[in-house]
């Protein structure tokens, strides 16, 4: 039982890093172009950047791009499970 254990702790880990990496990693170009909006010769070209990467988020979450990046982190959070639990059926027969 212990054994199930683990692989379930190592599952509920894999899915939490793999849905916040994603989120995390667009949170911080988002902030990035924020924050060359406020250099002026930048101003312009942060202002079509931003407005490009929203309708790209836009475009995942049916208009809004607070649901866009969400389902692309839950999508990377299912696709990371899936290894996950892959690399640990496929290799058990390597740890007896």
Do not use: C, K
């Amino acid at each position: 039982m212990t054994s199930w254990l683990q692989v379930l702790r190592s599952l509920i880990l894999t899915a939490i890093v793999s849905f916040l990496i994603p989120l995390g990693l667009m949170g911080a170009v988002i902030g990035l172009v924020l924050l060359a909006n406020h250099i002026a010769p930048l101003a312009t070209f942060s202002q079509l950047i931003l407005q490009r990467l929203l309708q790209f988020l836009g475009v995942f979450g049916g208009g809004d791009a607070l649901e866009g990046i969400l389902t692309i982190g839950l999508a990377s959070g299912v696709v990371g499970t899936l290894f996950d639990a892959f690399a640990y059926f496929r290799y058990s027969g390597l740890r007896r």
